[in-house]
């Protein structure tokens, strides 16, 4: 399986950007790129996910290198509800492999 | 709509125990899925099921059975429950793989321990 690589925890400020990455230099031609998040105590959420091209939707934008070795989440104006696990994935097939995530935490 | 649902929400049980987690959707979806996540770890994949009367090995199927007698349930079973059994389980459903786009939607989560 294709893994990703993301560091274990960031911190930001309430209203501000935040640009959370993750390298996944194994990933193959037809790997596509997903982002979930799991808020305290609940079920993980997708929030987005692309192949080659930027991808932006109510919730984040995906910046996709153009090796597509690395890709950036941002959230443009983090909120205390914001504040959660956010897993970078590469699909396989069906499955999801989730690895241990960014653990974000939003300061007021 | 409810979405995924999980039954029960929290479980102690003993070691050597049996118990059925029941997870249930009502979006049609024909993939359905198992999850249990340890502290401080991501999601990882017991079973899963591509529709109706098939499922398959994820990656750490041991200990477990499972069974989709109908499209919007999937069971999960632990025959002699053991303390490594710990840990909080999520179910997941998603429509089939279509090469695109493979939300999957899940539960709110079993807490098991195990004792």
């Known amino acids: 399986d294709a893994k990703t690589t993301q560091p274990n925890s960031m911190e930001s400020n309430e209203e501000e950007p935040v640009h959370l990455p993750c390298n996944h230099s194994?990933?193959?031609?037809?790997?596509?790129i997903h982002w979930y998040r799991q808020l305290p105590s609940q079920g993980p959420e997708y929030v987005i996910h692309?192949?080659?091209s930027n991808v932006n939707n109510r919730m984040a934008s995906l910046a996709i290198a153009e090796d597509r070795k690395s890709s950036t989440l941002i959230l443009h104006r983090a909120t205390l509800r914001d504040a959660a696990v956010y897993y970078c994935?590469?699909?396989?097939?069906?499955?999801?492999?989730f690895g241990a995530g960014t653990i974000l935490r939003v300061k007021s | 709509n409810a979405g995924v649902t999980q039954t029960p929400k929290f479980r102690v049980l003993k070691t050597g125990q049996s118990m059925t987690l029941l997870c249930a959707q009502d979006?049609?979806?024909?993939?359905m899925y198992w999850y249990r996540q340890d502290p401080g770890m991501g999601l990882r994949l017991i079973h899963y099921?591509?529709?109706?009367?098939?499922?398959a090995k994820g990656e750490v199927p041991d200990g477990y059975n499972v069974s989709r007698l109908k499209k919007q349930n999937f069971l999960l079973g632990l025959e002699s429950a053991a303390p490594s059994q710990t840990s909080v389980y999520f179910c997941?459903?998603?429509?089939?793989?279509?090469?695109?786009?493979?939300?999957?939607?899940f539960g709110p989560g079993t807490r098991l321990t195990v004792l």
């Open positions: 997941a459903s998603s429509y089939r793989t279509t090469g695109t786009y493979n939300e999957q939607f």
């Open positions: 099921s591509v529709g109706e009367g098939t499922t």
């Open positions: 194994t990933i193959s031609g037809t790997d596509y």
């Open positions: 692309g192949l080659t």
């Open positions: 994935i590469l699909r396989d097939g069906n499955k999801l492999v």
């Open positions: 979006m049609n979806h024909e993939y």
